[in-house]
């Protein structure tokens, strides 16, 4: 269980650094702190949302 979850925020984190300068235009003018909520936001919300899309896809290709 530990080791899905380290790999899980590890997912999370690389998803953020691609996305890195689209996230970054959201939070531009704000502080620090709402920076770093947001971003660890993403790590733990963005991982779901792709794979649920990435499986949504995937089943509608094949339910063809």
Do not use: Q
């Amino acid at each position: 269980m530990l080791t899905a979850i380290i790999v899980y925020l590890i997912v999370g984190a690389i998803t953020v650094l691609l996305l890195r300068n689209i996230l970054a235009d959201v939070v531009k003018n704000e502080n620090l702190s709402t920076k770093v909520i947001y971003y660890i936001a993403m790590i733990v919300i963005a991982l779901p949302v792709y794979t649920y899309n990435f499986a949504k896809g995937f089943y509608r290709e094949f339910k063809k």
